[in-house]
């Protein structure tokens, strides 16, 4: 066999994994679509004869250019817009990796990939790394370019904060939530000026996305009053109108039907007032979110 097809070979036989390690790097299929073939250039351009763990080098790899990706997109974060939102996995390429499918299974949680979305590029390396894919922390320290002890503490950083998200995402949390966005609505569709400002955090940022801006070249707003007059623009734009659902678990509002969204708006809520309304209304995103009705 010569070298190349051995490549090949190799690489096959590790994608689902650096696809996993990627796809919970960057919250994004599509993205960590790119880390893969990513790697796979750096793969074949490289002197792979004294590699002895193939799938521990491609697992470096993929995360150093994933790694590069996070702090670009940190440093073009207004650039991206939506195009960042956390993109939940519904199924995985062909049902015939066990490991793949119980990793990416494992991913499906909109939640984890938002409290993600929050964390710097290497405290989030750092964490999926270490807590989701087991590698210590001599190796992570030698791809974040940091010292091991500093590795160490990026993690557990990053730990606390994910386990203090996951401690309000009870039911309580949702039922406040819930009261928070079914305010919301019913001032959006009365035009209530004053009631959305008791809603909406002074600092509230809207991410409008780029397919449905409701106003021209404002894909970013922000501020309590510019955000709670565009939601009067959302009520006013909403074909079949606007209401509360569960989108992957947590609750948002559907403009439109189940089957038939027009967008949707994804919240987050902090000490009690919305702080960021993130919009999805391109229809391939749509349909790989996770959409029920939220009963009474």
């Known amino acids: 066999m010569n070298d190349h097809n051995w490549l090949i070979e190799q690489f096959e036989t590790h994608r689902n994994h650096i696809q996993a390690v990627a796809y919970r790097m960057l919250g994004s299929r599509s993205e960590a679509d790119d880390a893969v073939q990513e790697s796979w250039i750096r793969l074949i351009h490289s002197n792979t004869g004294e590699v002895e763990n193939m799938g521990g080098w491609l697992t470096t790899?993929?995360?150093?250019?994933?790694?590069?990706?996070?702090?670009?997109?940190?440093?073009?974060?207004?650039?991206?817009?939506?195009?960042?939102?956390?993109?939940?996995?519904?199924?995985?390429?062909?049902?015939?990796?066990?490991?793949?499918?119980?990793?990416?299974?494992?991913?499906?949680g909109l939640a984890m990939l938002v409290v993600l979305e929050k964390l710097n590029?290497?405290?989030?390396?750092?964490?999926?790394?270490?807590?989701?894919?087991?590698?210590?922390?001599s190796e992570i320290a030698l791809i974040i370019g940091r010292n091991e002890a500093a590795a160490r503490q990026l993690a557990s950083r990053a730990r606390r904060r994910v386990q203090g998200t996951k401690s309000t995402s009870d039911s309580a949390e949702l039922q406040r939530k819930r009261e928070l966005v079914d305010a919301f609505l019913a001032a959006s569709r009365?035009?209530?000026?004053?009631?959305?400002?008791?809603?909406?955090?002074?600092?509230?940022?809207?991410?409008?996305?780029?397919?449905?801006?409701?106003?021209a070249n404002a894909p970013v707003v922000r501020g309590l009053e510019a955000v709670a007059k565009q939601a009067?623009?959302?009520?006013?734009?909403?074909r079949g109108g606007m209401k509360p659902v569960l989108v992957n678990g947590s609750v948002g509002v559907i403009a439109g039907h189940l089957d038939q969204p027009?967008?949707?708006l994804a919240f987050t809520v902090v000490d009690g007032k919305i702080t960021e309304i993130g919009m999805i209304a391109d229809q391939a995103r749509l349909r790989g979110l996770d959409i029920a009705d939220l009963n009474d």
């Open 190 to 215: 009365n035009g209530d000026f004053e009631k959305l400002l008791t809603v909406l955090d002074p600092n509230v940022v809207l991410r409008n996305d780029p397919v449905f801006a409701p106003v």
């Open 262 to 264: 027009i967008f949707i």
């Open 121 to 137: 590029p290497a405290e989030r390396v750092a964490f999926v790394l270490h807590d989701i894919f087991a590698l210590s922390f």
């Open 61 to 108: 790899i993929v995360s150093r250019v994933c790694l590069d990706m996070l702090r670009t997109r940190k440093s073009r974060r207004e650039e991206h817009v939506m195009a960042n939102a956390p993109e939940p996995v519904t199924g995985h390429q062909d049902g015939s990796d066990p490991e793949y499918e119980a990793l990416m299974a494992d991913s499906v």
């Open 232 to 238: 009067k623009q959302f009520a006013d734009r909403a």
